[in-house]
């Protein structure tokens, strides 16, 4: 799993796939069993996800763990800190080469503000509410 799948995960809050059944595909849709087909789901119910707060699930959790040191709002070592991540420089570089980040990944200043920044942006991207603060 990617390390930016982790952070996703942990403040969205998903499980792996492979912790529960696959889901069930409706009746007449691809991949599905046949229209009538006893037992059958014959239409999705339909679902509105809200996006996730991002900053609210971070300031909770931050307040839960009982450190308000971490400075999780620009430091992209304490934002991995809060969520239970390793954030060794190694660590830091293979996100950073996930994410696309084309410095020297040196753990520079320059690199740890990137990396905040596109998080949040990646964040934002796959569904989570992020207040413009957290991105510029």
């Not at 999705?44 to 609210?56: F, G, K, N, R």
Request: charged share 20%; no cysteine; net charge negative.
């Amino acid at each position: 799993m990617s390390i930016f799948s982790k952070i996703k995960d942990a403040i969205f809050g998903h499980k792996k796939a492979a912790d529960g059944p696959p889901p069930e595909i409706p009746a007449g849709w691809a991949g599905g069993p046949p229209v009538g087909t006893p037992g059958a789901t014959t239409a999705p119910s339909p679902q509105t996800t809200a996006p996730v707060d991002v900053e609210q699930v971070l300031t909770d959790l931050s307040a839960s763990k009982g450190n308000p040191d971490l400075n999780w709002r620009t430091s992209i070592v304490d934002l991995m800190k809060l969520l239970g991540l390793d954030s060794s420089l190694e660590h830091r570089k293979e996100l950073a080469t996930e994410l696309g980040y084309t410095g020297e990944k040196d753990g520079s200043a320059e690199m740890n503000i990137w990396l905040h920044r596109e998080v949040m942006r990646q964040l934002e991207a796959n569904g989570g509410k992020v207040s413009p603060s957290l991105t510029a």
